[in-house]
């Protein structure tokens, strides 16, 4: 059941402005890839890149995801991989919510691997305490506690995706 509103949608909207004009700063001189990781982050990644005042090159990835628990297995497998050549370029890699760190970890190996000059990671949300690799984030949006999410493109088994809205979400019998 959605126990608890997080974070509003007007706040949503804020945090990601406020991100838009650190990258916006950060992207003169560069030659910038955005890479979604698919699903969860194809809400925060419209908003941030329509913000941008520097074009930038969209491209999108999909990893295995949770399913329907709530708990990461720490395996990840591509699902979809990106179609434009990074090599040389500078890369941003756009992450709904960093958890273990296991997911990023791995996307940005596979990614490093392609000789891009650079690699950055933006992730709207971050928990901290759950990190189980040193995985490091360029720029986050807002650090929240342990607890799980939906909302804003973050799904329990597919659903919840639409909210505009962040909710913690707590699984019911309803779920079994
Ligand atoms: P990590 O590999 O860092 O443990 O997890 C990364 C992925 O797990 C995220 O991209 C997201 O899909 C999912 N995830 C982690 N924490 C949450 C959460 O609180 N809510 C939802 N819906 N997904 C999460």
């Known amino acids: 059941m959605l126990k608890e509103r997080l974070i509003a949608e007007d706040k949503i909207q804020q945090i990601i402005s406020t991100l838009a004009e650190e990258i916006d700063a950060d992207l003169e001189g560069r030659d910038p890839v955005f890479i979604c990781i698919l ?7 419209t908003a941030l890149t329509q913000r941008l005042h520097h074009g930038v090159v969209v491209d999108f990835i999909q990893a295995s995801s949770y399913g329907a628990t709530t708990e990461s297995s720490g395996t990840v497998t591509l699902v979809k991989d990106v179609t434009v050549d990074i090599a040389g370029k500078d890369v941003y890699i756009v992450e709904d919510i960093v958890d273990t760190g296991l997911t990023l970890a791995d996307v940005v ?3 490093r691997a392609r000789h891009p000059r650079t690699v950055q990671v933006v992730a709207l949300l971050s928990k901290p305490s759950r ?5 490091a984030l360029d720029f986050v949006g807002i650090e929240i506690e342990d607890r799980f999410v939906v ?3 973050l799904d329990f088994a597919e659903r919840f995706r ?4 962040i909710w913690e979400y707590v699984p019911g019998p309803e779920d079994a």
């Open 109 to 111: 190996a596979l990614l």
């Open 162 to 165: 639409n909210l505009p809205e």
């Open 39 to 45: 699903k969860g982050a194809v809400f925060f990644f």
């Open 151 to 153: 909302g804003f493109g």
């Open 131 to 135: 990190r189980k690799v040193d995985v």
